[in-house]
């Protein structure tokens, strides 16, 4: 799904202090129709996590973490089965994953006799079963499971999406008998920034050039795409170069602007590829 600038803003303008809730996302396709549920979901991600990267900082003060923990202690006192921590990050504002992150932090600040490490609150956050106070835990949980953005189960969900789309863009290329070297070959070859794969015959897609494929499972906006142009695809083309990039979920329009440069931009899976044909003479 391509989207101009302009409809692309109409989306974001729509998620201005939205909670990353399923309910929103519902409501978000419910204005939406035309939109397929994923691009709206990456977008929905997208716009949430600049929300909280702007915000951050107030909420990791120390008198913001104890108001936060005090209120947190106060209502399980009261009931211990209510979702006390979801409604508290619900409420200021806060991914339910960091809300729950804090809390625990605080917790076992207050409980253990040193400070406890990023694994170790990483496992817990992960399997909550390990954490020492069930009330607790089962908060945390309450959090992990209802946070749309962030936490350990999204970031399973996201990597595994990831992967099916590198599976499925492997498997396009078998299908178009394109020979290639996948990043681990290439790694194993010593490159250690590499593409999802290098084709060891160029072809063209639209008149331009490919030496390589990047798949993002994700929809392409400003702010991602121009961090991935500076971290990755102009070192690709430095390297490779010129390249394409599909963006499974879509992307702004206006971002395909570097196609004469060498770096091309692609919903989906190219139909119309001209392979190099070798004569016999």
């Not at 419910?30 to 909280?52: D, G, M, N, V």
């Not at 990023?118 to 309450?142: C, E, F, H, T, W």
């Not at 399973?156 to 394109?178: M, P, S, T, W, Y």
Request: glycine fraction near 4%; charge should be negative; hydrophobic fraction near 35%.
């Amino acid at each position: 799904m391509i989207l101009t600038k302009a409809q692309y803003e109409e989306i974001a303008q729509c998620l201005v202090s939205v909670p990353p809730t399923r309910q929103s996302l519902r409501k978000l396709k419910q204005r939406f129709p035309s939109q397929s549920q994923a691009t709206l979901l990456s977008i929905f991600s997208q716009e949430y996590q600049k929300h909280i990267k702007r915000t951050h900082g107030k909420h990791h003060t120390s008198e913001a973490i104890e108001s936060y923990y005090q209120r947190y202690l106060n209502g399980v006192v009261k009931n211990g089965a209510a979702p006390v921590l979801l409604d508290l990050a619900n409420e200021v504002d806060y991914a339910p994953s960091l809300m729950a992150r804090l809390i625990l932090e605080r917790f076992l600040q207050e409980h253990e006799e040193t400070a406890p490490s990023k694994s170790v609150i990483n496992s817990m956050l992960r399997d909550p079963s390990q954490i020492p106070d069930g009330v607790l835990a089962n908060q945390v949980y309450q959090c992990i499971v209802n946070d749309c953005c962030y936490g350990p189960l999204v970031d399973c969900i996201k990597h595994a999406i990831g992967h099916e789309h590198e599976v499925l863009l492997r498997d396009l290329l078998l299908e178009k008998n394109l020979s290639f070297l996948d990043e681990d070959q290439l790694r194993a070859k010593g490159y250690d920034k590499t593409p999802d794969f290098i084709l060891q015959v160029p072809v063209a897609v639209e008149g331009h050039i490919i030496h390589w494929i990047e798949s993002k499972a994700s929809f392409g906006d400003e702010c991602s795409h121009h961090a991935y142009l500076h971290d990755q695809f102009w070192s690709y083309w430095n390297r490779f170069g010129p390249g394409l990039v599909i963006y499974w979920y879509g992307f702004i329009q206006e971002l395909d602007c570097n196609r004469e440069r060498g770096i091309l931009l692609k919903a989906c899976f190219p139909t119309n590829i001209v392979t190099l044909c070798h004569s016999i003479a």
